[in-house]
């Protein structure tokens, strides 16, 4: 089967009228919508009364680009005409599991309570994050099971899209270890599992579609099309517009240090000390690459050597929300009045200021704990040459403590 029929061959199977989306600017090209985002369709005004079903997507650029999620919008609404579909999407370019974990609170939850969330972190935790299967688990269940604790009755879809290493390690008829990792949270919580990378390489192995016409990480408008149609088969599973969905009780969890009470700390619960700012910093005069969205916004950030932050909560773990770029420095961290441990920060992506959470501590008690902060110039020979740390968030696992900001 050529790519084309195969495209229009899934088209048809879930109703998007036989023709691909419009990729606005050639394939690949990402749709950047301000985070947590609801979109609802443009009659929904018109037809007040009908029901209305929110869908929630979490994931880095793969949901963030104009692939396999608007496809996805588009199926249900031909499907359902009757019900009005109110979108958050939430897709963030580089964004791994522990950062959805973080984030899902304000880009997703704060926007409203999906009736149906997908979220995809597969590729991002093995190519970006290199995490271990135990650090994937604590991330995609600290997702999962945070969107039960506020909606039991929610149907989840963990999608597992892939790569080129992903797509080989199943071509030769093993599993992926961040598949695995994520398999198992899916099963737990009995999520549907979209197994995006298991269909491409059934189609390779019969003759259809293989790694070439698929593209990459970032698929090709056909392979966008088979994304689609693997998670509105998941979705099928567990998702019935039209019925009443039942709450579910909760398991235990897989792992109980999960961040799975994700949440970001306010500026003004930090305590700051000479030398920090809460501002947009002046990008433009800094050197190297960037993510655009990751430049719109204010950031807790400094440059001066020495300078210290405080903050507590209660909970099991801390960590950055940051990105790190060729002019970052390190920074020193003491937990709980502890001894200070030196943390180099960049992210080893060249030129690039690469967004990622980086974890100060994850396997805390249960309780409260007090996290200090300096900076200090960076390591040599690891590549960085500053002291720049720009923090976009805080990241706490679990409530906080209000301090009052000092300057």
């Not at 950047?32 to 005004?45: H, S, W, Y």
Request: aromatic share 8%; glycine share 10%; net charge positive.
């Amino acid at each position: 089967m050529t790519v084309k029929s195969f495209a229009s061959a899934v088209l048809a199977a879930f109703a998007l009228g036989g023709t691909a989306l419009a990729e606005s600017g050639g394939p690949g090209t990402y749709f950047v919508p301000p985070k947590g985002t609801a979109n609802v369709t443009a009659d929904a005004a018109a037809r007040v009364g009908a029901a209305r079903k929110t869908v929630a997507f979490l994931g880095g650029s793969i949901t963030e680009m104009n692939g396999f999620r608007p496809r996805v919008m588009k199926a249900l609404r031909a499907k359902y005409p009757q019900i009005d579909f109110v979108e958050i999407a939430a897709g963030l370019s580089s964004t791994c599991s522990d950062a959805g974990a973080f984030r899902l609170e304000e880009d997703v939850l704060s926007k409203g309570v999906p009736d149906l969330f997908i979220v995809e972190a597969a590729v991002n935790d093995d190519q970006d994050g290199h995490f271990t299967p135990e650090h994937s688990v604590r991330g995609m269940e600290g997702v999962v099971r945070h969107v039960l604790m506020r909606n039991p009755a929610c149907a989840v879809v963990v999608a597992l899209m892939v790569n080129h290493g992903q797509y080989r390690t199943l071509m030769n008829g093993a599993t992926p270890a961040h598949y695995a990792a994520h398999a198992k949270v899916a099963k737990h919580y009995g999520a549907a599992l979209a197994d995006v990378g298991s269909a491409l390489a059934a189609s390779a192995k019969s003759g259809g579609m293989g790694w070439k016409e698929y593209r990459d990480c970032h698929p090709s408008p056909a392979g966008c099309d088979l994304g689609a149609k693997v998670v509105l088969d998941a979705a099928a599973r567990v998702f019935d517009p039209l019925g009443d969905a039942k709450a579910r009780p909760l398991p235990p969890p897989l792992d109980a240090k999960s961040y799975f009470n994700g949440r970001f700390l306010s500026p003004n619960e930090v305590k700051l000390g000479e030398g920090w700012r809460v501002s947009r910093p002046d990008w433009k005069s800094v050197p190297g690459n960037k993510r655009a969205y990751f430049t719109q916004g204010p950031a807790i950030w400094s440059e001066r050597a020495g300078s210290e932050l405080e903050f507590a909560f209660n909970g099991t773990a801390a960590a950055l929300f940051l990105t790190a770029g060729p002019d970052a420095g390190d920074v020193e961290v003491s937990v709980d009045g502890g001894p200070f441990k030196k943390e180099a920060l960049w992210a080893k992506y060249g030129s690039l200021h690469y967004p990622y959470v980086h974890i100060l501590a994850d396997d805390l008690s249960d309780g409260t704990h007090n996290v200090r902060l300096r900076v200090v110039p960076a390591s040599r020979g690891r590549g960085s040459t500053g002291t720049a740390v720009r923090i976009h968030r805080i990241c706490v696992n679990s409530g906080a403590l209000a301090c009052k900001t000092r300057r």
